[in-house]
C-alpha cells in the first residue's frame, strides 16, 4: 500500500526461526525472532529454554505463534488485527494446515500490539500474501520435529510417520498425541528449511471455514474498542478545528461545564502520524502543525455530547481557505505542464503526433471519507510513566512506536491492546484518535475513553485525495490501441504524512494500477504533484486505483468504441501476451454471457484491473425503470487471487469491494468550502442501501499460483464498467465521479 508499509514486510520470509520451551513445562513454542520490524535480521537459528526470556545483549525479541502444550492443548497467535477480513481465521489455517491439525482444534488468540511479533500492521491486502509462507513454515517446523520426536520414541525413520489431526501415526497406523510428544521435540533443533505442502494435498487451505469471531458477533461476546470499560474510566467527546488549520479565536465553556455530568474542558490537539525522532514509521518530512481543538470530560458519553453542543468556539479562518472550486481549477491548471514522467516505453509523442485517429479526455475523481461502521474510539490510561491502551487499530506496529515517542515513555512501558475492529478500509492507518486519548489521558490523570462523533469521522477526514486524469490515445490502422499517455494530477499521500518528494522519489503508488495490466506499444505515464494542504489525505480502499483505474478503464472503452471494436476484443488483443490475465478475461465474458446478443433496452460495460497483487474485473448489466432511470440489474465478476485460503473471506471481501465501490460511484463526494468539509453525516454524505443493491455473480478463478489480495482488487474496476454499461445503454459517457442514476 505504502513503501514504508512495504519495506516492514518485504523481509518476513527470510526471518529464522526461533525454539523454546512452553511456560507449560515440556510444551513446544515456535515462532520467529526479530531484532526490529524496519532492520535486517541477525543470522542463524537460536534456540533458548524460557520462553519469557528476551536475548536483550543481541536485541532479540521473542514470540511464539504457535504453542503447543504436554495437554495436547494447541493455541495459534493472530498476530495481525481482525478488522472484519476474517484474518482471525485466514492465517492460523496456515499454522494449522503445515501443523497437520484440524484448525476447529485450535484456539486463536489475538495478540498484543508488540514488537515480538514483527510487523503486525494490516493494509494493502498484504497480510496473506505476506504471510502465506511464513506461517506455513511454522506448523511445518512443527510438524517435522514432532514427527521427528515420534521416529526416535519408535524406532524409525522420520520418512514413516506423518501428523494429521494432532496425533502423529507410523506405517502401522499407531498413534501418538502431540501432547506427548512435545517434551521429546522441543529438544530438538529448528529445521531451518521444513519441507512445506504440495497444494495440492492442502486439506484446509482452499476449503470455506466458519469463522470462529463470527459467533461471537453475532451473540455480542466479541469486544470491539467501543466495548472497553476499566474501572476509573471517563469519556471525552472533542470539538476540533472545522477547517483543519483554524485557531480557537475566542472559548466559552461556561455552558459546557454546567452540564450536570461533565468534569472538564480541555484545550487539546489533534496530531496526525506526528513524525517525531524514533518512532517506528521513520520518515524525515517536516512536523505538521497540531490542529487546535477542546475536549468535553464527563462521567458518561451522554453528558460528555451534551458538554460538546453546549461549547461555544469562534474560529479563525486562514484567508487562503480552500475550497472544491478553487482545488480543481488548481488540478486543471497544474495538469497544463507535462508534469513528471513515471514510465515510459516506446516513443509515445512520435506515435501520438503522427496518428490520424486519436482520442484525448479528462476525468474528474471526488474527495471521499471512509465512513467505517464503528466510530473512531480509543481507550489509554496514561500514569507513572507507563501507558496501558485499547486501540481498533490498523496499524499496531506504526501505533505502539507513535504512542512512546508523542508521550516521551519507553516503548517497554507500554502495553497495547487490539480488539476487534469494526471496519478499516485505511481510516484505521492513521492513529490520530489513538493520540488524541492518550494526551488527554496523561492531561486528566484519568483513564480516558475518547470517542468520535460520525460528523467527526465524516467531515474531519483524513480523506482519499480527489484527482484529474488526463488521457491521450491513438489507434493503429488496424483499430487497436498503438498509443496511450496517462497523467495523474492529485495530492501526494506520502507527501502529505511522511514530508515526501516526489521529484526526487518519483510518484510511486500515485501511479498505480496504470502500468499493470495492458501491453501497450507506446505508453507512457506522467504525474503532475498537487498540494492541498491543510487538507489531510491519506490511504482509502485500494488507494489511488480506485481513481485512476476508473479514468484508464474508461478511457480504454472510449478507444475500444473509436476504432470499432468491441470492448472484450479490444482487451484481448492488449492481453494477447499474457495468458493468465487473458484467461480471465474469457472467463469474465463466458460467465457474463458477453457473446450472446444483447438484450434491447440494456446497456453492458466491462473493466478489469491488476492491483495488490490480483487480477478482477467486471461486467455490469444496465436498464432503465419505469421512470426513465438507470437501473443497475446484475453485476458479474471474476477474480483471480492465485490460491485463495479461504473461499467465504475471498468472497466477502469482493462483495464489499463492490458495495463500497457502487457508493463511491453513485452517491456523494466530499467537498470543501471556506477550508472545511461539507458533508458531515449519512444525511449528506450517503451510502449504499440494501434495496439498492444488485445482483451479483462473483467466480474465482482456481490455480497454484501464490495468493494475491482479497480486500481491494475488486473495487478499481467496478465503476468502469458501471459508466461503460451507461454509455452503452444510453451513448452519454460520464467522465465525472459521482454520477447520480437517476438523472443520467
Keep these: 500500500m505504502t513503501k514504508k508499509m512495504s519495506a516492514m514486510t518485504i523481509h518476513i ?186 497444494p495440492n494435498d492442502f486439506k484446509f487451505i482452499g476449503q470455506p471455514a466458519r469463522r470462529k469471531d463470527i459467533e461471537w458477533k453475532v451473540n455480542g461476546s466479541a469486544n470491539f474498542g467501543m466495548d472497553m470499560k476499566i474501572e476509573g474510566m471517563v469519556y471525552a467527546l472533542v470539538e476540533h478545528s472545522p477547517n483543519f488549520s483554524g485557531k480557537i479565536k475566542n472559548l466559552d465553556d461556561s455552558a459546557a461545564r454546567s452540564v450536570n455530568g461533565v468534569l472538564d474542558v480541555v484545550r487539546t490537539e489533534r496530531v496526525i502520524l506526528p513524525m517525531l525522532p524514533g518512532w517506528a514509521g521513520g520518515g524525515s518530512g517536516p512536523v505538521r502543525q497540531p490542529q487546535e481543538a477542546v475536549a468535553v470530560i464527563a462521567e458518561n458519553l451522554w453528558a460528555a455530547l451534551q458538554g460538546k453542543r453546549a461549547l461555544k468556539i469562534v474560529w479563525e479562518t486562514p484567508a487562503d481557505a480552500l475550497s472544491t472550486e478553487k482545488i480543481y481549477a488548481n488540478f486543471r491548471e497544474l495538469g497544463k505542464s507535462d508534469g513528471q514522467q513515471d514510465k515510459a516505453k516506446g516513443d509515445f509523442a512520435k506515435t501520438f503526433a503522427s496518428a490520424t485517429n486519436r482520442l484525448e479526455a479528462e476525468y474528474e475523481l471526488p474527495f471521499l471519507a471512509h465512513s467505517p461502521l464503528e466510530p473512531q474510539n480509543c481507550l489509554a490510561h496514561v500514569h507513572d510513566g507507563k501507558a496501558e491502551v485499547w486501540a481498533p487499530t490498523q496499524t499496531p506496529t506504526w501505533d505502539a512506536g507513535q504512542i512512546a515517542a508523542y508521550l516521551g515513555i519507553p516503548p517497554e512501558n507500554l502495553t497495547l491492546h487490539v480488539p476487534f475492529v469494526g471496519g478499516g478500509f485505511g481510516r484505521r492507518l492513521i492513529s490520530d484518535p489513538t493520540l488524541e486519548a492518550c494526551l488527554l489521558s496523561k492531561k486528566t490523570g484519568k483513564p480516558v475513553k475518547l470517542v468520535w462523533m460520525r460528523e467527526d469521522d465524516t467531515a474531519q477526514g483524513p480523506f482519499r485525495p480527489g484527482s484529474v486524469n488526463l488521457l491521450k490515445g491513438a489507434l493503429d490502422a488496424d483499430g487497436y490501441l ?103 478475461l474469457e472467463t469474465l465474458a463466458e460467465k457474463s454471457g458477453w457473446s450472446s446478443l444483447k438484450t434491447a433496452g440494456k446497456g453492458r460495460g466491462i473493466a478489469t484491473t491488476h492491483c495488490f497483487g490480483s487480477t478482477a474485473g467486471h461486467v455490469v448489466e444496465v436498464s432503465k425503470n419505469a421512470e426513465g432511470k438507470v437501473k443497475i440489474d446484475r453485476v458479474v465478476t471474476v477474480v483471480d487471487g492465485g490460491i485463495v485460503v479461504n473461499p467465504g473471506n475471498f468472497r466477502a471481501q469482493v462483495e464489499g469491494c463492490i458495495v463500497m465501490a457502487l457508493t463511491a460511484a453513485a452517491k456523494d463526494a466530499i467537498t470543501f468550502e ?51 454499461a451507461i454509455f452503452d445503454l444510453t451513448g452519454k459517457r460520464l467522465r465525472k465521479l459521482p454520477f447520480d442514476l437517476t438523472a443520467v
Excluded at 496473506?128 to 513454515?137: D, H, I, N, W, Y
Excluded at 458533508?679 to 495468493?707: A, G, K, S
Design 482 to 584: 498503438a498509443a496511450l499517455q496517462h497523467k495523474v494530477v492529485a495530492p501526494s499521500i506520502s507527501a502529505y504524512l511522511f514530508g515526501e518528494d516526489t521529484r526526487k522519489t518519483g510518484p510511486g503508488y500515485i501511479m498505480e494500477p496504470i502500468a499493470d495490466l495492458y501491453d501497450i506499444p507506446h505508453f507512457e505515464t506522467r504525474y503532475c504533484f498537487a498540494d492541498v494542504s491543510p487538507i489531510p489525505v491519506s490511504w482509502w480502499r485500494s488507494v489511488y486505483s480506485s481513481t485512476n483505474a476508473f479514468a484508464h478503464e474508461s478511457f480504454i472503452d472510449e478507444m475500444a468504441r473509436a476504432g470499432g471494436k468491441d470492448p472484450v476484443e479490444f482487451r484481448r488483443h492488449l492481453l494477447r501476451n499474457d495468458p493468465r490475465n487473458l484467461k480471465l
Design 13 to 198: 520470509s527470510r526471518r529464522k526461526f526461533i525454539q523454546s520451551s512452553s511456560l507449560a513445562a515440556g510444551g513446544l513454542a515456535i515462532g520467529y525472532y526479530f531484532t526490529s520490524c524496519t532492520t535486517a535480521e541477525p543470522e542463524g537459528v537460536i534456540q533458548l529454554f524460557k520462553m519469557n526470556v528476551d536475548n536483550e545483549a543481541t536485541g532479540i525479541a521473542l514470540n511464539p505463534f504457535l504453542l503447543i502444550e504436554k495437554t495436547g492443548a494447541i493455541t495459534i497467535m493472530a498476530h495481525k488485527p481482525e478488522i472484519g477480513t476474517g484474518l482471525f481465521q485466514s492465517l492460523p489455517v496456515l499454522i494449522a494446515e503445515e501443523l497437520g491439525v484440524d484448525p476447529a482444534q485450535v484456539v486463536v488468540k489475538q495478540a498484543k500490539g508488540d514488537k515480538k511479533f514483527g510487523d503486525q500492521d494490516v493494509g494493502g491486502s498484504f497480510s496473506v500474501q505476506g504471510s502465506f509462507e511464513p506461517l506455513r513454515k511454522i506448523g511445518a517446523a512443527a510438524r517435522e520435529m514432532l514427527c521427528s520426536a515420534a521416529a526416535q520414541r519408535w524406532g524409525i525413520p522420520t520418512a514413516d510417520c506423518r501428523a494429521e489431526g494432532a496425533k502423529v501415526f507410523n506405517t502401522k497406523n499407531e498413534s501418538l498425541g502431540f501432547g506427548e510428544l512435545v517434551e521429546e521435540a522441543s529438544k530438538l533443533e529448528v529445521p531451518k528449511e521444513p519441507k512445506l505442502k504440495d
Design 674 to 724: 471556506n477550508g472545511r468539509a461539507v458533508q458531515t453525516n449519512f444525511d449528506n454524505y450517503r451510502m449504499l442501501r440494501i434495496d439498492e443493491m444488485p445482483p451479483v455473480e462473483i467466480h474465482l478463478m482456481r490455480n497454484d499460483e501464490p495468493p494475491g489480495g482479497a480486500g481491494e482488487p475488486a473495487l478499481p474496476p467496478l465503476a468502469p464498467a458501471l459508466a461503460n
